[in-house]
């Protein structure tokens, strides 16, 4: 399975017993890692023992470490190397108050030539792959169409698209049918141009999405769980509750999970009982994208699952 996002990051999480705003801070302590919304799936993804591999744009310094990283944790990867450095973003946790703040840095432009380069890697590394997973927004200069032109890829080769992104270049994917969407409730809203207050607003967004072209539409909704319909039948996911430590990255750590059961012959909705014990292990860790097998186990089968 193939884990694509154009807009990586290095991620610098930075700890502190008590974050005083406009005063001088020193961090309790410090770690860094690759992230970004791919990079967090395709680790979680490996963690729960699949073999999958990651794809998209590294550049720069940033971009090395990324590389050395993933090839450390034995994690396959085959990026494009473009001009601009991969970006480096910071999450600052407060302990004394459970919060986690993300200061995002935005990605670099990546030229037209680049682009076309990671599609031609995009086509070479679906030859024998079963399921891509496309995740967050797009580099500055890429286009739209981006998402749209990698489904269009996999349906040529008999390959699984699943599309986490929101907007236009959701929007734009959704004729050439991908197998399942991943929005959230905002996300949504903003792709079918529905406004969303409540389970009838929800249905009729859901079903916007479906007469574009979506299979399977899963619409997450943080620790209230998600929603999946393909339509007609709609099922409510519902999580355990936990305390978090810190939950970035469980939207990543769910699609990874969705992606895995669903590569192991699920059905959606029972794909989500995989894909939802992941999203919740992601929140008992400190970094984002991370999961322990055990808890993932563990919490599984207290995931609950109800026609609705």
Not at 46 to 51: L, Q, R, S, T
Not at 113 to 129: C, P
Not at 177 to 200: C, F, H, Q, Y
Request: glycine share 8%; proline share 5%; charged share 20%.
């Amino acid at each position: 399975m193939i884990f694509l996002g154009t807009t990586p990051s290095v991620q610098r999480t930075m700890i502190f017993d008590h974050l005083h705003i406009d005063d001088v801070n020193r961090a309790q302590s410090v770690a860094q890692h690759a992230a970004g919304k791919s990079v967090n799936a395709v680790r979680v993804a490996k963690a729960i023992g699949a073999n999958p591999i990651a794809t998209g744009f590294l550049g720069g310094d940033t971009g090395q470490f990324m590389r050395k990283y993933l090839d450390e944790k034995g994690i396959r990867h085959d990026f494009v190397e473009i001009a601009s450095p991969t970006r480096l973003c910071v999450t600052v946790l407060d302990q004394s108050t459970h919060t986690a703040t993300e200061l995002i840095e935005e990605h670099g432009p990546a030229t037209a030539e680049e682009t076309a380069a990671l599609l031609q890697k995009v086509k070479s590394l679906l030859a024998g792959k079963k399921w891509i997973t496309m995740s967050g927004s797009l580099a500055c200069g890429v286009p739209d169409s981006f998402y749209a032109q990698c489904c269009a890829m996999a349906n040529q080769a008999w390959a699984n698209a699943i599309v986490d992104a929101r907007g236009e270049s959701l929007l734009q994917s959704l004729p050439n049918r991908p197998v399942v969407i991943k929005p959230n409730v905002s996300e949504l809203s903003a792709t079918v141009k529905i406004p969303i207050d409540g389970d009838a607003d929800l249905k009729r967004a859901i079903a916007a999405a479906v007469y574009l072209g979506a299979q399977w539409i899963v619409v997450t909704m943080g620790k209230a769980g998600a929603v999946v319909s393909d339509g007609h039948d709609f099922w409510r996911i519902t999580p355990p509750a936990i305390t978090p430590v810190n939950a970035i990255g469980s939207g990543d750590a769910f699609a990874a999970g969705l992606t895995v059961a669903l590569s192991r012959g699920a059905d959606v909705p029972q794909a989500c009982r995989l894909a939802t014990a992941c999203g919740v292990a992601n929140a008992l860790t400190i970094l984002s994208g991370q999961v322990e097998l055990a808890d993932v186990k563990r919490i599984e089968p207290q995931v609950m699952i109800e026609r609705v």
